[in-house]
């Protein structure tokens, strides 16, 4: 298979102004190949964002290579990134009149289909993201006046209709209630599967990340970078290492986190 994102020996920094505060990550080889769903998982403060901001360029690193299709992303412009990789972050959009389908629409932007502009194929991307997201039924409402989960269906289907090798989204389903979440990994899954694209995601939801994902990049607090397969790190008891809690613990056999016997007493 090939390799739409590729790392090598990068370290990752948080920093304040010009300032280096200290490395995060060291992570000396990571990728992720075409038609693979990459969940990145860790607790709060392990640098989730921190790493999918540095990826993007939107982050200064240390040091280190990021390479999209086995081009190193130093020598990619803009607006060739933006033709290998498409993104939905965590960021509020203000754009309060714009409807549904005219959100979406921006997701053609770097092919030079701006709105008013836009050829045959353009708008066959635009309703095919808008299907895949099963935005449909309300496409003609204004994006301002939707749901939390069905803004983010929406900046996902402009994602989509960006019709990049790879989507990094940061965090999909947060503020989203279970079903809805479930839904959101669920149409990525079948992104993956159906369409060949392949998706690198942070999120909180290890039970859904753990079900739907190929691959998971596993991120401690103290800098420690693990990749593998979902069924290995619950086998070796990685899950359980990182995020049993305070009489929290996971179940290897349900998939789910439970109260640990006796932890209410």
């Known amino acids: 298979m090939s390799r739409i994102l590729q790392i090598h020996d990068l370290k990752t920094a948080y920093f304040v102004g010009k300032k280096n505060q200290g490395i995060l990550h060291h992570i000396k080889n990571a990728y992720v190949e075409k038609g693979e769903f990459v969940s990145v998982l860790g607790l709060n403060g392990s640098g989730k964002t921190t790493l999918i901001r540095s ?20 020598n990619l412009n803009i607006n060739e990134i933006s033709k290998l990789v498409s993104v939905a972050l965590t960021d509020k959009i203000d754009d309060a009149f714009l409807k549904v389908s005219e959100l979406v629409s921006l997701g053609r932007f770097p092919h030079g289909g701006a709105m008013g502009r836009l050829n045959d194929n353009d708008i066959h991307k635009i309703k095919e993201a808008i299907e895949i997201m099963k935005l449909r039924s309300f496409e003609n409402r204004v994006f301002s006046q939707l749901s939390d989960g069905e803004k983010q269906r929406v900046l996902i289907a402009r994602a989509i209709a960006q019709d990049t090798p790879l989507i990094i989204l940061d965090e999909p389903a947060a ?36 079900r739907f994902s190929d691959k998971i990049w596993l991120l401690s607090p103290d800098g420690k970078f693990i990749s593998g397969e979902p069924n290995d790190m619950v086998g070796s008891g990685l899950i359980n290492e990182y995020f049993d809690k305070d009489g929290i613990v996971f179940n290897r056999e349900s998939l789910s986190f439970e109260i640990e016997s006796g932890a209410n007493n």
């Open 55 to 74: 990826i993007l360029g939107m982050q200064k690193i240390v040091s280190g290579q990021i390479a999209f299709n086995d081009i190193d992303s130093e």
């Open 175 to 210: 503020f989203i209630d279970s079903p809805g979440k479930l839904g959101i990994m669920r149409m990525l899954r079948k992104l993956t599967y159906n369409k060949s694209k392949s998706v690198l995601l942070t999120t909180h939801d290890i039970e859904s990340a753990l």
